[in-house]
């Protein structure tokens, strides 16, 4: 007996390290940067140092690092370039603009010096990237501290970044200082720079920019010396320092954030709102604007509040103090604690086009997912909150307020244009496919779990993955496993199912008779089956008939049957009354490709 007890004991002690060792074992690299940076605007042109310190997190050795060097794309030839020239729906913003560029209108980031720890590394630059052969290994749990000078060109506005945007923004500063790579578990990422989106490292930015004295700045981080900067930042109540010479000096901090944006503008409006949860918005944008998109800039505001309050309530509270939305770029994009969006707009599409930016601040942002790898858990999660919160707060009133992605997807299928989900961000075959993959079957893995799991276990499910993961880079397991803990429902099949393969969904009703209904599975993807039977004494009664691989099913008012095993194209089961009308999915929440055989009567 004794003998038992010590044996069984060895077992829990194993188990709960196990477990433990479980729940430990994600890590995350960590950088600090420190820049200070000289703009010259009359060539848009910047002089930069930047200190990076480097801690690896892993249980690595390096002996090697990256950076990106975003703005070298925008070079005549470039991959960026070609692949728009020669992609078969280009995006209209890029089409061959690149390869028409000027060498003043050119974007780049020369690299004069780069050291570790003070002694000199060996580094190449190519393309996009910066590869870096450091002078001597940073082992896992040590720092290493990285001094780099570096020039650079502010390119033409043509994507997300750039001088001189179509509505006469000075500068959109995205993507425009070297930015470490991220090296995860799954090694180093560095894609070149060719059209999709970011993936970055966690850190802490001190970022001080120089320049012309009448620019105003907003963007990332919180400014350190408002008195001396003025431009709408400053204590009315304190009196203002003066500057000196022709250029301010704008210094910036942003604490645990993975990328830094900025732009400026000598014609900025800068207000601020200041909402009852201690948040600050920051609104800039062009005063010289016509005074209905003015108006739209105004009446935007408070709406923003309340969009910030409700992705706080509905995923997790914002963990900064301060958001901005900006003029400039080129339609809508995503940064740090603030949003570059193009403003000469009617007020229902500043509204759309902010409420999707701000969402991003929860999904990619705080929920730091993989965007070149995984853009539908970036582009498709922002999509169905900001949906939902549109359809809120404007009042819309839709039933399905993720109709528009239903929509476009069956038009792809339609096409025969579908492409996996896991296809990585810059190598789909056509733009389009990318956007409704990425889009709207992003946006529907989530809506179609409502359908699968519940609504409420949806609720549950995004705010359990923000709790879990924020300031993480979660993947697609694990927007899974929140979802499973919540309901108790198994998840695998759907996940392979919907963005491992290109399988659709088709039923149809059958047929039915003498009290019996008969239903039939056509598509490969198999689903959970929600059926209304209406009977010929005009009363009418649900069902559910929950998929095997489920190991349980949604909560419902409806009358559970027995499981449907995805092995069997054809389920039958027996009512008690005689039967006028059968219809498979009244929400119309899954996505089957043929709904016209759904109802029989």
């Known amino acids: 007996m004794k003998k038992i007890i ?26 600090d940067y420190k820049m200070n940076i000289d703009v010259d605007v009359t060539n848009f042109q910047y002089k930069g140092t930047q200190q990076l310190v480097y801690t690896n997190n892993s249980p690595d050795k390096l002996t090697r690092v990256f950076y990106h060097l975003y703005f070298n794309a925008f070079q005549p030839n470039s991959q960026m370039d070609v692949r728009s020239r020669n992609i078969q729906d280009p995006d209209r913003r890029v089409r061959d603009r690149i390869s028409k560029l000027k060498p003043e209108e050119i974007g780049f980031i020369k690299v004069n010096s780069l050291t570790q720890d003070g002694k000199n590394v060996t580094f190449q630059i190519v393309g996009t990237i910066l590869e870096v052969t450091l002078d001597k290994p940073i082992n896992p749990g040590e720092s290493s501290t990285l001094k780099m000078i570096f020039n650079a060109q502010v390119p033409k506005q043509i994507r997300r970044t750039g001088q001189t945007n179509k509505e006469g923004v000075a500068l959109s500063m995205a993507q425009w200082y070297p930015k470490m790579a991220e090296y995860d578990f799954e090694g180093w990422h560095t894609p070149p720079y060719i059209a999709r989106e970011f993936h970055g490292v966690w850190g ?9 004295k009448n620019y105003t700045i907003g963007g990332t981080g919180y400014l350190q010396n408002p008195q001396e900067i003025g431009h709408g930042y400053e204590d009315k109540s304190k009196k203002l320092k003066k500057s000196k010479g022709e250029k301010l000096s704008w210094h910036f901090k942003a604490p645990n954030v993975h990328d830094f944006m900025w732009a400026a503008d000598p014609d900025y409006n800068h207000d601020i709102l200041k909402t009852a949860n201690g948040i600050d918005l920051h609104f800039f944008y062009k005063k010289n604007l016509d005074e209905k998109y003015l108006k739209n800039w ?30 400039g770029g080129d339609g809508g994009m995503e940064y740090a604690m603030s949003t570059l969006i193009t403003g000469k707009r009617s007020f229902n599409s500043l509204f759309g086009v902010t409420s999707h930016e701000m969402a991003h601040t929860w999904f990619q942002f705080l929920l730091a997912s993989n965007e070149s790898k995984h853009p539908w858990m970036d582009e498709g999660f922002t999509s169905y909150i900001s949906n939902i919160a549109s359809n809120k707060i404007l009042d819309k009133q839709l039933e399905n307020p993720h109709l528009g992605s239903y929509n476009r997807y069956f038009k792809m299928i339609s096409y025969r244009k579908e492409e996996s989900l896991t296809t990585h961000a810059d190598r789909y075959h056509l733009n389009s496919s990318y956007s409704t993959a990425s889009y709207s079957m992003g946006s529907m893995f989530l809506s179609q779990l409502e359908y699968i799991i519940g609504k409420e276990n949806v609720e549950k499910g995004l705010k359990k993955y923000f709790n879990d993961f924020s300031f993480k880079h979660p993947t697609p397991n694990d927007i899974k496993r929140s979802m499973e803990k919540v309901s108790g429902i198994h998840l695998d099949w759907y996940l392979n199912e919907w963005t491992q393969t290109t399988h659709t969904i088709d039923y149809s009703v059958r047929g039915f008779g003498n009290k019996k209904i008969i239903l039939q599975r056509h598509g490969k993807m198999p689903m959970p089956i929600d059926v209304r039977v209406t009977y010929k004494d005009g009363s009418s009664e649900d069902f559910n008939i929950p998929l095997q691989m489920m190991r349980g099913n949604k909560p419902t008012r409806a009358t559970i049957l027995k499981d449907w095993s995805w092995t069997h194209p054809v389920y039958k089961f027996d009512v008690t009354k005689e039967v006028s009308s059968v219809e498979i999915d009244p929400s119309k929440l899954m996505a089957d490709i043929y709904p016209a055989d759904n109802k029989r009567n």
């Open 6 to 31: 010590i044996i069984l004991t060895l077992f829990i002690c194993m188990n709960s390290y196990s477990q433990q060792d479980s729940k430990s074992n994600y890590w995350q690299q960590h950088v």
């Open 298 to 327: 105004k009446d935007l505001q408070p709406k923003t509040a309340q969009l910030m309050s409700f992705f706080s309530k509905s995923v997790g509270q914002y963990p900064y103090k301060q958001y901005s939305v900006i003029q």
């Open 204 to 212: 802490d930015f001190d970022v001080t920019i120089h320049i012309d």
